[in-house]
């Protein structure tokens, strides 16, 4: 008896745990703030809400949110949401991660890989089918990360 009080009060907690976390990231992760702005390289502008997930910088560039595109898409934890900043010509100019439950240790890899740039400059159609390696010691954030901007390029791609 005491073995299935135990294990119901562990997944208790796990779930607890979990829901937590997930709560924590949608939240925040489609929400544009000067921390994603400062991450996207455009601290300090000023910027209009489009639509849900979508915004427009006084100079042009259009930020999408990979919400709508790439939340079905896994890490090693979840989702592994993105901004990507796309300038008046369609191509990108930079992509940032956004808030997520991913092992902070192994996604500090990609974040300090080169792999968020390897986008720049590439139309969204181009970035649709982009397949740059996977990160080293991250192999599934990273893999999700690719897909993610895959999945959302190719679907703002179709819709212009």
Known sequence: MKYFITLILMLTIALNIQSGNNRSASTTKSNLNKVYLKALGFGGQKFTKKSTGVWKLNNGITIY????????????????????????????????????????????????????????????????????????GATYSSTAVIRTVNATAKSLSEKK
């Open 65 to 136: 949110s990979t919400d709508a595109y790439g939340s079905h898409i896994r890490g090693y934890a979840g989702p592994t949401p993105l901004f990507i900043a796309v300038n008046e010509k369609g191509k990108i100019v930079s992509i940032a991660a956004a808030q997520n439950i991913e092992t902070e240790e192994y996604f500090s890899y990609v974040l300090e890989s080169p792999l968020l740039k390897k986008w720049n400059g590439k139309t969204l159609k181009e970035a649709a089918t982009f397949k740059p390696d996977a990160v080293t």
